[in-house]
């Protein structure tokens, strides 16, 4: 006897159609990538635009942008297809200037952007651990008139092979951390925890 195995999908995307504005705010760019990485006490986004062949980046570093307490972060959100954080005043923040990207990561970024505006879930019949860190980023087709927002949960990624090349294009699109910010993790965690944006409670 043989027993069916149900297979699930990834789930691994959100789609929302843009505003006009948001639309007319583009530039002229074909697209746009957003990616947020952070913790407790820090925050970074990395922008990509892209207009043809010639593909720019910036990154904003945000130092202790969150009212934290001994228990860690108490505001973060991935909502509605948008990447947000419940900001306050940050102790530092940084923005490096727009930086045309070389040939080569210009090309991964086109790939990237092609490769998730055709990506449709991949299905398993393994079983997939839940409750995990994801890597979430999106992208603002500004030709589609379309945003992607695509959430991979980092233990099973490995699962769907069209999600890992997905994910590994997007994190080699993230520069050196000390092109960025001159803290160490550690360093960024002992400036948080001094600051006033720490409670202690």
Do not use: H
């Amino acid at each position: 006897m043989f027993w069916a195995v149900e297979a699930k999908p990834l789930d691994a995307y959100q789609d929302r159609l843009l505003s006009k504005d948001e639309i007319e705010k583009s530039e002229g760019y074909d697209f746009e990538i957003r990616s947020l990485r952070g913790s407790n006490y820090e925050t970074a986004l990395l922008r990509i635009r892209g207009k043809g062949d010639s593909v720019y980046y910036q990154v904003n570093y945000y130092l202790c942008p969150y009212v934290l307490d001994n228990n860690g972060l108490n505001a973060y959100e991935v909502n509605k297809g948008v990447l947000s954080a419940n900001f306050i005043d940050p102790l530092k923040k940084f923005a490096t200037p727009w930086t045309l990207l070389d040939k080569e990561t210009s090309s991964i970024a086109i790939k990237l952007r092609n490769a998730v505006m055709v990506y449709e879930n991949e299905m398993t019949t393994e079983k997939m651990v839940g409750n995990g860190p994801n890597v979430s980023f999106y992208i603002d087709d500004f030709q589609k008139g379309i945003r992607r927002l695509m959430s991979f949960p980092v233990e099973n990624i490995s699962i769907f092979p069209k999600a890992k090349a997905i994910s590994e294009m997007e994190d080699s699109l993230w520069p050196a951390r000390e092109t960025f910010t001159k803290y160490s993790y550690e360093q960024a965690e002992k400036a948080c925890r001094e600051s006033q944006n720490f409670t202690g409670e």
